[in-house]
């Protein structure tokens, strides 16, 4: 071995004896200002805290399925053309056998309300550091929660992007409780998210076989969490990911992506994209809603890359009441079940669900695994 490449060897395993990963940690959660903060500062190389480890779980993870197309379902006259509603309800169920995952067109939500609420997203992370900090908080209590990683101090790596989260229903906040950048559009956005919703979870009821509004009575479309991210430009975006594997934990999630793409799911060991397609909403199954379909339906992985363009910013509406107090017990649906189909999942309440998963963190196993009886 060259000399010089000794003293290279010896500088790299001093500077790993000496990273102190829990300073940098607080060092960066203390200026306030997130990823897009170093970013804003000039930033030119991936902190090592960002680092993603490698994932021995996937043996295929650089093998991308990209010609493999995320069903496409129009929702137009599903509720006037019952041919039509048969067709998409037979869609929707083997896309969320198979993938956990489809993007919806023609749903109602005008193009403009669309546009509208990435600009909102946009004109908030925008803003100058010293006006979100008002606005960056650890305190999940709060109306509006917005940090860098929700598990910054207990994931393995953090992830290249920001998150704002606020709950928009049962109890929808005023306006002056809400960022100004984007608070209007906000609650007009979460009003016309709850109404697709509400569709959403009919179709998916018959997709189970039960009657259109089984989901709706027991509680599925009852909360909504509206989280809005940055992910801003990356210096090094081979280092570190937007989003790390991971499920969501609520029902359902519907999500509204800008044009700059990254999104990919886990279908047989591989990293599908699911490429923006104009006007469209992304839909996919959360862990509750595996775990009430005792496994006919599929929480699957999925994950956001880095990318040297940017920022990309997105809309993820969860269905879930999330940390809201509630002694609502949600277990395998018992329609659902037969001598020969015995329940997979012992029962849960939401918030002791989202607790579990929370205090898991990104990365790490399903938490449904958890769960499984």
Same mark, same amino acid.
């Given at each position: 071995?060259?000399?010089?490449?000794?003293?290279?060897?010896?500088?790299?395993?001093?500077?790993?004896?000496?990273?102190?990963?829990?300073?940098e940690i607080k060092a960066f959660d203390e200026t306030r200002g997130g990823v897009k903060g170093l970013v804003d500062a000039g930033i030119t190389k991936v902190p090592r805290m960002f680092y993603s480890l490698p994932d021995d779980s996937v043996k295929a993870s650089d093998n991308r399925k990209a010609d493999v197309g995320i069903p496409v379902v129009?929702?137009?006259?599903?509720?006037?053309?019952?041919?039509?509603?048969?067709?998409?309800?037979?869609?929707?169920?083997?896309?969320?056998?198979?993938?956990?995952?489809?993007? &919806?067109?023609? /749903?109602?939500? =005008?193009?403009?309300?669309?546009? #509208?609420?990435?600009? $909102?997203?946009?004109?908030?992370? +925008?803003?100058?550091?010293?006006?979100?900090?008002?606005?960056?908080?650890?305190?999940?209590?709060?109306?509006?929660?917005?940090?860098?990683?929700?598990?910054?101090f207990s994931a393995p790596s953090a992830n290249w992007r920001d998150t704002s989260y606020v709950s928009m229903a049962p109890k929808v906040p005023r306006a002056d409780e809400l960022p100004k950048a984007c608070s209007d559009i906000l609650i007009k956005y979460s009003e016309y998210i709850k109404k697709l919703g509400r569709s959403l979870f009919e179709?998916?009821?018959?997709?189970?076989?039960?009657?259109?509004?089984?989901?709706?009575?027991?509680?599925?479309?009852?909360?909504?969490? &509206?989280?809005? /991210?940055?992910? =801003?430009?990356?210096?090094?975006? #081979?280092?570190?990911? $937007?989003?790390?594997?991971?499920? +969501?934990?609520?029902?359902?999630?519907?999500?509204?992506?800008?044009?700059?793409?990254?999104?990919?799911?886990?279908?047989?060991?591989?990293?599908?994209?699911?490429?923006?397609?104009?006007?469209?909403?992304?839909?996919?199954?959360?862990?509750?809603?595996?775990?009430?379909?005792?496994?006919?339906?599929?929480?699957?992985?999925?994950?956001?890359?880095?990318?040297?363009?940017?920022?990309?910013?997105?809309?993820?509406?969860?269905?879930?009441?999330?940390?809201?107090?509630?002694?609502?017990?949600?277990?395998?649906?018992?329609?659902?079940?037969?001598?020969?189909?015995?329940?997979?999942?012992?029962?849960?309440?939401?918030?002791?669900?989202?607790?579990?998963?929370?205090?898991?963190?990104?990365?790490?196993?399903?938490?449904?695994? +958890?769960?499984?009886?």
């Amino acid at each position: 071995m060259a000399a010089n490449s000794v003293a290279e060897v010896e500088a790299e395993t001093t500077s790993q004896q000496n990273y102190d990963r829990i300073s940098e940690i607080k060092a960066f959660d203390e200026t306030r200002g997130g990823v897009k903060g170093l970013v804003d500062a000039g930033i030119t190389k991936v902190p090592r805290m960002f680092y993603s480890l490698p994932d021995d779980s996937v043996k295929a993870s650089d093998n991308r399925k990209a010609d493999v197309g995320i069903p496409v379902v129009a929702l137009d006259d599903i509720d006037g053309d019952p041919i039509h509603r048969k067709k998409v309800v037979d869609i929707v169920r083997e896309a969320s056998q198979k993938w956990g995952f489809f993007q &919806v067109v023609n /749903h109602s939500i =005008p193009v403009e309300v669309l546009e #509208e609420m990435l600009d $909102g997203v946009r004109r908030f992370y +925008d803003q100058d550091t010293e006006v979100k900090k008002r606005w960056y908080t650890r305190d999940v209590s709060k109306t509006v929660v917005y940090n860098s990683n929700f598990d910054l101090f207990s994931a393995p790596s953090a992830n290249w992007r920001d998150t704002s989260y606020v709950s928009m229903a049962p109890k929808v906040p005023r306006a002056d409780e809400l960022p100004k950048a984007c608070s209007d559009i906000l609650i007009k956005y979460s009003e016309y998210i709850k109404k697709l919703g509400r569709s959403l979870f009919e179709l998916l009821s018959e997709a189970l076989g039960l009657k259109p509004n089984h989901l709706n009575d027991i509680g599925c479309s009852e909360g909504l969490a &509206v989280l809005y /991210h940055c992910y =801003p430009a990356c210096p090094e975006p #081979e280092l570190t990911l $937007g989003a790390t594997k991971h499920a +969501d934990y609520d029902f359902m999630t519907v999500l509204l992506q800008d044009h700059t793409g990254g999104l990919q799911i886990l279908c047989e060991n591989q990293w599908v994209d699911v490429p923006p397609v104009p006007g469209a909403l992304v839909v996919n199954v959360g862990d509750l809603l595996q775990l009430i379909s005792n496994d006919k339906f599929n929480s699957s992985q999925h994950r956001v890359l880095a990318n040297r363009a940017g920022p990309r910013v997105s809309v993820a509406c969860f269905f879930t009441t999330g940390l809201a107090p509630s002694s609502k017990r949600y277990g395998p649906i018992k329609e659902l079940l037969s001598e020969d189909n015995p329940p997979r999942y012992r029962e849960t309440t939401v918030k002791d669900y989202s607790l579990h998963y929370n205090a898991k963190g990104l990365g790490t196993t399903s938490a449904l695994l +958890d769960f499984r009886i």
